[in-house]
């Protein structure tokens, strides 16, 4: 008998449950990819997952860590499954690659691997592809789009035409909003009644993605893989700076619901902000965390040089953490009134 | 109805309890030899009072309480002494500890039992009474019952509580006992208010034991208007709500924190076992010789026992008929017990339940994965720690971290092992951090001892030599006073003619020697003086102190002792009912 210590019953728990349930929850959106999309997420999810599993499996072997132990806890799936959501479906496939084994590598092993790493990988990786390849980052696919094509542009085999890619909704108004200036020219009702690249309330088609990622999350709170802090303070966070903008100049600002339905907020608010790992532990500290980067988010997408603002502001509050962490304990047991 | 309060946190582990209730309480055997270990309980280990050869009968003493805070042992059947000495503990160190070792006649013959009427006796009394009959919490704590039985001075004591919650999964001793002899429960309860006097006796029972809550219910409705403030109460059926803590809570809404005692806050918590020997002591005569243990898990008869403290585990748990692949035995619940090292080591006063152990009924733990931080441990803990921050900082050795997040707050109860995706022992972490802790508390106090030692050894040094000195510089004067004298005596005889002018000398040296002798005997007035003042500081006796002060010692004592004691000790008043 092994050296053995109560508790002696164990709860059927483990990370590759809970990683198993991130990635089912991430299915609504994924379809929701491919139906408004193209099939072009599909080959991305693929070669990421495939070069997180390989990054994965070369650092372990390196530490000298059990692979079987550690492939198998599907933290290195979730990164990628991320990671290929958070970048354009049209991105040339070495650049995903590349991403997700920095990644994996760098973002992850080298901080010590699961449950050590500071920041949240995929955030690192999308990061450092904005920063190093701006213009590929900001090209985003229209609906529509063939298998083919599709496969062509992301294996180089074809030219990037700009009738296949367009900016992201967010860029879009953004850019047309910068190009007005001061002559109040444009108005943010009056781009947006452009249907090819606006939607009822967001993007168009990126708003039914939202709603979807918005389902699997809400699914993920039910199955107490992640708590309601973080993705309602998300949200508050935003709300709370876009609101009063928008009220106050509707011309100018687009509406808190725009900017939920557009970009990486859903995505963000409910598979990103939550990364327990790399996220505030505290109830109040993950309030804070995640209203922090709801903030942050809308100052860097309006008033930033980037299309989106979700992986700066995470990555900046991921560095906060455990200052949040420290000054938000909760009292314990029979100390609440002092 | 009573309004219900809820703790944070809790598990709902598969309660396993239904196996070993079918079957009434049975008396276990009288086994081939009792080893009864001295020290059953929090606090002093009491002295032998039997050696090798002694013939004993049923329910002699034979450990006497040693200080305040410590209660008696007993022999469980009468026999011989064949062994007193170091024998295997049911601690899951696997150390000895010292132990009467029994041989049964088989007689069974009882000392001559005093049943006393408790309501003549004093408080103090019948306090004195519980201690000598050995009466301590069975909830698995071990803390003696009547150092409980005192009531804050400032505080008015509003609830007192009866553990009958039997939280742990597969224990039933207590369910099998409220079933079966709920009125002598009651009654020992009965004698815990009259001590206490407190407005409300709340006896808990969780709501997976109908039989006992109807059984309780119907025996204080029996004993009608004297117990009246008694009120059975079921409670959401959720691990750990026997925790002495999280009944109260659950109960009264007060939450006791780990600084203080439960009747700073008004409130004071019993195990229903506790009162029923109570009332077995004090009604009957009858000392704390036996209790009574679940034997179950992989075994073929799943039932509870009256067993006789000193059995031997395996002896007992042979009765139980374990299957072939039974590989250990563990003491207590599957959350909070322990794999008892050696098998031959004696049932004693804590021990609720055994629970044999196999691979099937208990799989061997997946192996451990690093923290993902996911807070489902802190969300757990009914003491609402952090337990992946006290986690880390036990792995980095970082200790006074650890008792910043409150480690000493822990009570040990496993949510947080039972929880975790990562199936990191946390326990065992916070096990090991409160154990170092402790170890480096015993050094600092050993080399604090031992300075002050050598401090002493020097002030006592410096006091001989100047002490010394002073005696020689007293000789030397009261010789110079002798040689000034004898000069002076010389000088007044004319008589004598003494010319030289030199031999007058003496006189003025004399005077000198008066002088500094004055100086000193003035300096040595106050030396005595500051000695005496010294000594009136120090205490003198501590032999007829009130029983206020005496008992204020104890609880120092007891203090001193939880501190220093073993690591799996709970606090005083965390009597668990495990």
């Known amino acids: 008998m092994e050296f053995n210590t109560s508790p002696y019953l164990l709860k059927e728990a483990s990370v590759q449950r809970v990683m198993l349930k991130v990635l089912l929850a991430l299915v609504p959106g994924i379809a929701a990819y491919v139906w408004l999309f193209g099939p072009a997420i599909l080959i991305h999810l693929a070669l990421t997952t495939v070069a997180a599993l390989l990054g994965e499996a070369v650092m372990l072997k390196v530490r000298g860590r059990p692979l079987d132990l550690f492939l198998g806890d599907l933290s290195a799936v979730v ?125 168009h088609g990126w708003e039914w993605i939202a709603i979807a990622y918005l389902a699997g999350g809400l699914w993920l709170i039910q199955q107490r893989v992640i708590t309601w802090h973080m993705p309602t303070a998300f949200v508050a966070g935003l709300t709370l700076i876009a609101a009063p903008l928008w009220l106050w100049h509707p011309d100018t600002y687009a509406s808190p619901l725009f900017h939920l339905l557009s970009g990486g907020a859903m995505l963000g608010a409910f598979f990103i902000v939550t990364d327990p790992v790399t996220g505030a532990t505290t109830p109040r500290g993950k309030l804070i965390f995640a209203a922090g980067i709801g903030l942050l988010t809308y100052l860097i997408r309006v008033f930033g040089g980037y299309p989106d603002g979700v992986a700066f502001a995470v990555l900046l509050f991921n560095i906060s953490v455990p200052l949040i962490d420290m000054y938000t304990q909760p009292p314990v047991f029979g100390m609440k009134d002092q | 109805m009573l309004q219900l309060f809820k703790f944070k946190g809790g598990v709902k582990p598969a309660t396993n309890k239904v196996q070993s209730v079918t079957l009434p309480i049975a008396t276990a055997p009288i086994p081939s030899r009792l080893a009864v270990p001295l020290h059953q309980s929090i606090g002093g280990t009491p002295r032998p009072l039997v050696t090798i050869g002694d013939k004993v009968l049923k329910g002699q003493k034979i450990g006497e309480a040693d200080g305040w805070i410590s209660a008696a042992v007993h022999a469980p059947t009468s026999g011989t002494v064949i062994e007193v000495g170091l024998y295997p503990a049911a601690h899951p160190s696997g150390l000895t500890a010292a132990a009467v070792v029994i041989e049964p006649d088989g007689e069974d013959r009882w000392i001559d039992r005093q049943p006393v009427n408790y309501a003549e006796l004093k408080p103090e009394a019948v306090r004195e009474l519980l201690r000598e009959a050995g009466v301590v919490g069975l909830g698995g704590a071990v803390f003696p019952t009547h150092g409980k039985l005192t009531a804050s001075k ?154 006789l403290i000193g059995t031997p585990m395996d002896e007992l748990l042979r009765i139980g008929q374990p299957k072939p692949d039974t ?192 100086k000193r005997a003035t300096i040595e007035a106050a030396m005595a003086r500051a000695k005496a003042l010294r000594e009136a500081a120090q205490p003198k006796n501590v032999d007829h102190l009130p029983a206020a002060v005496e008992k204020e010692i104890a609880d120092i004592d007891a203090r001193h002792a939880r501190i220093l004691g073993a690591t799996d000790t709970p606090p005083p008043d965390a009597e668990k009912n495990s």
């Open chain 2, 154 to 307: 400032t505080v008015p004591m509003e609830e007192m509580v009866i553990n009958g919650a039997e939280c742990e999964p597969y224990i039933t001793c207590d369910d099998l006992l409220m079933r079966e002899r709920a009125e002598e429960v009651v009654r020992g309860a009965g004698i815990f208010r009259d001590l206490l006097r407190p407005k409300k006796v709340l006896i808990g029972i969780e709501d997976n034991k109908p039989e006992a809550v109807a059984a309780m219910t119907a025996a204080v409705k029996a004993l009608g208007d004297a117990f009246k403030e008694f009120e059975v109460i079921a409670v959401p059926t959720r691990y750990p709500a026997g925790g002495a803590k999280q009944l109260i809570r659950v109960l009264t809404g007060k939450e006791v924190p780990a600084s203080k005692r439960s009747t700073d806050l008004g409130v004071q918590c019993f195990n229903v076992a506790t009162a029923y020997t109570a009332w077995r002591a004090i009604a009957h005569g009858e000392p704390v010789i036996s209790r009574l243990v679940t034997v179950t898990g992989n075994v073929s008869e799943p039932r509870n026992w009256e067993v």
């Open chain 2, 327 to 518: 590989d250990g035995i563990i003491m207590g619940g599957p959350m909070m017990g322990f794999l008892v090292p050696d098998h031959a080591a004696p049932v004693v006063k804590a021990t609720n339940c055994l629970i044999a152990h196999s691979p099937t009924l208990f799989p061997p733990k997946p192996p451990e994965m690093p923290c993902i931080r996911c807070g489902e441990c802190a969300r757990a803990c009914p003491h609402e720690l952090q337990p992946f921050e006290m986690y880390w900082f036990s792995r980095a050795k970082n200790f006074g971290k650890t008792q910043e997040y409150a480690i000493f707050d822990c009570i040990e109860c496993g949510c947080c092992s039972y929880v975790c995706p990562s199936h990191i022992p946390l326990v065992q972490y916070f096990r090991f951090s409160k154990s170092e802790i402790w170890a480096r508390e015993r050094e600092k106090q050993a080399a604090e001892g031992a300075k002050n030692r050598f401090e002493f050894k020097q002030l006592r040094e410096e006091r001989e030599k100047s002490e010394k000195a002073e005696k020689l510089a007293k000789a030397a004067a009261a010789q110079a006073a002798k040689k000034a004298a004898e000069a002076a005596a010389a000088a007044a005889a004319p008589a004598e003619a003494q010319s030289a002018a030199g031999e007058v000398a003496p006189a003025p040296n004399a005077t000198v020697d008066a002088e500094k002798e004055a």
């Open chain 1, 79 to 203: 990164t990628a499954w991320l990671i290929a959501l958070a970048f354009p479906p049209l991105a040339p496939w070495w650049l995903t690659v590349t991403a997700t084994l920095f990644a994996i590598v760098v973002a992850k092993q080298l901080y010590g691997g699961l449950g050590q790493n500071p920041f949240n990988p995929a955030m690192i990786a999308y990061a450092v592809s904005i920063v190093s390849f701006p213009a590929i980052m900001s090209q985003w696919p229209g609906t529509g789009g063939d298998f083919s094509s599709q496969l062509q542009v992301i294996f180089g085999l074809a030219p990037r035409v700009d009738g296949l890619t367009s900016a992201t909704p967010l860029d879009a108004l953004k850019t047309a909003l910068m190009l007005a200036g001061d002559s109040h020219s444009a108005t943010v009702a009056g781009i947006r009644a452009n249907p090819e690249i606006f939607g009822l309330v967001g993007g």
